[in-house]
């Protein structure tokens, strides 16, 4: 079953406005990840935050963790239009014995010059 | 400089076909994998393979039959091919074997099945 649900599963927003993402997830994780998917290419590694940490910064991304809620949040501060892309969170198992990354579902997030 | 290859970019072909897909990495990963994205994005992982052994065989078809001639190459046979195939296909690669690492895409094989 999927592991990672993400919320809005779409958002328009102007250039120069924040955006934020959420992801929710079922069960105990090593690290959860997020992923950007510009249209027509594969996906690319945005950041990692491990499960004793809480908040992530990496230029205009910030990520935060909260394990007792089950959830994260990816902001994008200043946005522009080629932020355009969907943005899937990935969690990996603590005991890695699943041996994989589970994605959510994504969300479409569209930047308007 | 190409870190995760795949070819074709684009398959279009007829029911029943047998068609293949490569994937190379020159990143020196121990683990390479192959997804399946549906028409809703869904990321869904077929195979998982590490230092040439499958370690990762998720409910697919046996139609798909994945092969690992070295750990830099993981290439995706797929037999008698159905109009339920048509999805983009990712291989991707990571450091480790525990599969929570950062995973490497590549640029993706889009197959439409007609």
């Known amino acids: 079953s999927q592991q990672g649900e993400e919320d809005p599963q779409a958002l328009s927003i102007q250039e120069g406005e924040n955006a934020t993402m959420n992801c929710s997830y079922k069960?105990?994780?090593?690290?959860l990840q997020w992923y950007r998917q510009n249209s027509g290419r594969g996906l690319v590694h945005l950041i990692l935050?491990?499960?004793?940490?809480r908040e992530k910064h990496s230029g205009r991304l910030r990520v935060t963790l909260d394990t007792s809620k089950k959830s994260s949040s990816l902001l994008i501060t200043a946005s522009r239009a080629a932020d355009t892309a969907s943005y899937f969170c990935?969690?990996?198992?603590?005991?890695?014995?699943?041996?994989?990354?589970?994605f959510g579902s994504g969300t479409q997030l569209t930047v308007l010059p | 400089d190409t870190a995760v290859s795949q070819t074709p970019k684009y398959l279009v072909t007829q029911m029943g076909n047998d068609k293949s897909i490569k994937c190379e990495q020159n990143?020196?990963?121990?683990?390479m994998y192959w997804y399946k994205q549906d028409s809703k994005k869904f990321l869904k992982i077929m195979f998982s393979?590490?230092?040439?052994?499958?370690?990762i065989n998720e409910t697919v078809p046996n139609r798909f039959s994945p092969k690992s001639p070295d750990k830099a190459h993981l290439n995706l046979h797929i037999n008698s091919l159905e109009l339920g195939d048509s999805a983009v296909y990712f291989c991707?690669?990571?450091?480790?074997?525990?599969?929570?690492?950062?995973?490497?895409f590549g640029p993706g094989t889009r197959l439409l099945v007609l």
């Open positions: 991707a690669s990571s450091q480790g074997i525990k599969g929570q690492e950062t995973q490497y």
């Open positions: 069960t105990s994780i090593n690290n």
């Open positions: 935050i491990r499960s004793n940490e």
């Open positions: 990935a969690t990996g198992d603590p005991s890695g014995s699943a041996r994989q990354l589970t």
């Open positions: 990143l020196g990963h121990d683990t």
């Open positions: 393979y590490n230092n040439k052994e499958l370690i």
